[in-house]
């Protein structure tokens, strides 16, 4: 009987930064659709705490304390994956930093590479590895693989003082576009994620009273901020066979926003 093309059995599904939040969603969506994950994060708290959570699923689930900045960590974490694991399928580039400079004019050169470091270094290092991964399989005459981008809205718009984060999730839309017409000859996907606004470590809803609230609830068709489980579904269809034909792409996950440049201008226009 032949599987179901969502079905993630036999796969294994590296995230970045799958500890926690957006990453943790992914990983969860992976294992209850049968595929094996390994997590990697700074925090081994967190990785173990993960780990406790994705057990319930039953499938087999390593960790591995790595910051995707250390590229001599990258190449050997992922080849201890791959030794421990058998083989990686996918790879979803999600760790990340958030961090606000107030203004333009205030950030300085080490606010700017530090969060490149991560946000854009990091996604490329690990990247790169699935990469070089997934192509010597398809020589092999095992091909196909997908490689995934969590990027962010702020890929497509402009944020006050998140410059370098603008520029990094910007690059990562980009390196999988590259990526994507790069690898499509062994049968390697790559596209890009971009949420909007969600519940996280760095993004918190303060209720309807909160100014960030307040404009999520009136600008968000949905209403509401996203959460961590909204992204299993798109994480499932990315990493499995759903999505064979699915290269080269960015698809927004943001409850509409982008889609309400309307509500927007209705807003400014009862203001003014």
Avoid at 186 to 199: H, I
Wanted: charged residues 20%.
């Amino acid at each position: 009987m032949s599987k179901l093309p969502w079905d993630m059995s036999g796969k294994v599904v590296l995230v970045t930064g799958g500890n926690a939040g957006i990453g943790l969603g992914f990983a969860k969506g992976i294992a209850k659709a049968g595929g094996d994950l390994v997590i990697w994060g700074r925090r081994a708290e967190a990785n173990a705490k993960a780990k406790d959570e994705l057990a319930e699923f039953g499938t087999r689930v390593l960790t591995q304390e790595v910051d995707v900045a250390d590229e001599a960590r990258v190449i050997a974490a992922f080849a201890e994956a791959v030794v421990e694991m058998g083989r990686v399928d996918g790879i979803i580039a999600n760790a990340g930093l958030m961090l606000n400079q107030g203004c333009f004019t205030n950030m300085t050169s080490e606010a700017w590479h530090g969060l490149l470091s991560v946000n854009q270094h990091g996604a490329f290092y690990v990247a790169r590895e699935g990469a070089r991964h997934m192509r010597a399989r398809a020589e092999a005459g095992d091909p196909g693989g997908s490689i995934l981008f969590c990027a962010s809205l702020s890929a497509l718009t402009g944020s006050i003082g998140m410059q370098h984060y603008n520029a990094a999730k910007g690059a990562m839309a980009s390196l999988a576009r590259g990526i994507a017409v790069d690898m499509g000859k062994y049968g390697v996907r790559a596209n890009t994620v971009c949420p909007g606004y969600t519940v996280s470590e760095t993004v918190v809803d303060g209720g309807p009273d909160s100014p960030l609230g307040a404009q999520v609830r009136e600008r968000c068709p949905m209403g509401r901020f996203g959460t961590a489980d909204d992204f299993e579904g798109i994480g499932v269809y990315f990493m499995s066979d759903a999505s064979r034909y699915h290269t080269g792409d960015l698809v927004k996950i943001d409850g509409g926003w982008m889609a309400n440049a309307g509500k927007l201008n209705t807003s400014a226009e009862r203001r003014a």
